[in-house]
């Protein structure tokens, strides 16, 4: 079955430090993925995609994602985590042969001060 | 582009009572997507539309729910009757097709509340 799992609900980290929220995929083919991000009360914003090429694609807001084949996994990643940053993200899957995206059950970012 | 735009942002309504909620997709845009988000299911596709025609309703959730988009520039999401448990954030989606990768855009979504 396709399918995209992000294991953890929440995280938390302090302002200014290294994040990495994980996602992992399941599907017989390199997929297309997605990673969004959803401040409250808002709609979904992208950040970034992958579907093929240069496995680390650059995103907006200082994001980054890595796709890793071998493990079937999209991170996303930041080097220095701002309190603008707290939000929700979705990574999100759409298989190659349709139109159809699934959504991972997010992850909610709490920044500290 | 103003992008995706939903209306009502908020609605109220009794159990029982039609609800209809409302999608302007971004023009030029050939896909549309009716999602639900709720804290227990997350965000759930209900039905896509490819050049108006709906293409896959499979997660609708009952035959109260249905959605029409009857021109490039236009969707409804009705429920009828509403239900508590219809309560949730509705989402509208639309993307372009062209190699597959292109991504979707959301609206802000329609709050639901069915009391």
């Known amino acids: 079955a396709q399918s995209v799992t992000q294991p953890d609900i929440h995280i938390t980290v302090s302002e200014g430090a290294s994040l990495e929220l994980r996602c992992n995929y399941s599907?017989?083919?390199?997929?297309?993925l997605f990673w969004y991000v959803q401040s409250p009360g808002q709609g979904l914003q992208l950040l970034l995609k992958y579907f093929s090429g240069d496995t680390l694609v650059q995103g907006i807001k200082g994001f980054e994602a890595e796709f890793k084949r071998s493990q079937s996994s999209f991170n996303l990643r930041k080097p220095s985590v701002h309190w603008s940053d707290a939000a929700e993200y979705f990574c999100?899957?759409?298989?190659?042969?349709?139109?159809?995206?699934?959504f991972g059950a997010g992850t909610r970012l709490f920044v500290k001060a | 582009d103003a992008g995706v735009i939903q209306s009502p942002r908020h609605e109220v309504t009794e159990m029982g009572q039609e609800v209809t909620l409302r999608c302007k997709p971004i023009s030029g845009h050939d896909y549309l997507f009716w999602y639900r988000q709720t804290m227990m299911r997350g965000l759930e596709l209900l039905i896509y539309f490819n050049n108006n025609v709906p293409i896959d309703d499979s997660g609708m959730p009952e035959d109260r729910f249905s959605a029409k988009m009857p021109n490039a520039s236009f969707s409804t999401l009705k429920i009828q009757p509403s239900e508590p448990r219809d309560s949730a954030v509705y989402f509208c989606?639309?993307?372009?097709?062209?190699?597959?990768?292109?991504?979707?855009?959301f609206g802000q979504g329609t709050r639901l509340t069915v009391v």
């Open positions: 599907y017989g083919a390199t997929p297309y």
């Open positions: 999100a899957f759409r298989n190659t042969g349709g139109f159809k995206t699934i």
């Open positions: 989606a639309s993307s372009l097709a062209g190699t597959g990768s292109n991504e979707a855009f």
